[in-house]
């Protein structure tokens, strides 16, 4: 695994919309997120969050603070983790992890309200559930049914 330089988490920007665009997921992967180009239009509560490399997207997701985060939360002050990516050009090389190990800090930093992030993970997606362990969201024992089947929710405490 290569090591990753400059990795930083940023509000989305026109400058990163290009590329974005073009990130390309495998079939097994897509069915379980959401593309940028699919996502990408704002609506109030909703903040797409681009992880960077050297100015560069290598990933993306949206952070919700809607009414969707009562589905997984009854937590006032929680926001909704969705459309999780890292673009498959980029995959294996560590920009997931520590893209998501700098989510606290940024949360404290750009929501400071925010004191915990849930977020839905589909039971057959078990490498995605073990990053998230990883970084250390732990499984609330809650479940949702999505487009796919059960969700485990997991948290991750600011």
């Known amino acids: 695994m290569s090591q990753t330089k400059n990795i930083s988490l940023d509000l989305f920007q026109l400058k990163y919309k290009e590329r974005l665009f073009s990130f390309e997921l495998p079939n097994d992967q897509v069915k379980f997120t959401a593309l940028p180009s699919h996502v990408l239009e704002v609506q109030e509560g909703q903040f797409p969050i681009v992880i960077v490399e050297d100015d560069v997207p290598v990933g993306f997701f949206i952070l919700h603070s809607t009414s969707r985060v009562k589905e997984y939360s009854n937590n006032p002050n929680a926001m909704l983790l969705t459309a999780f990516s890292i673009d498959y050009s980029k995959q294996g090389r560590g920009y997931a992890k520590k893209g998501l190990l700098l989510l606290k800090k940024y949360i404290q930093n750009q929501f400071p309200s925010c004191d915990e992030i849930v977020l839905g993970v589909n039971h057959q997606n078990v490498p995605a559930q073990n990053l998230y362990a990883r970084v250390g ?19 991750l405490h600011i």
């Open 137 to 155: 969201f732990q499984d609330t024992g809650r479940r949702v049914i999505g487009s796919l089947g059960e969700q485990f929710v997991m948290t």
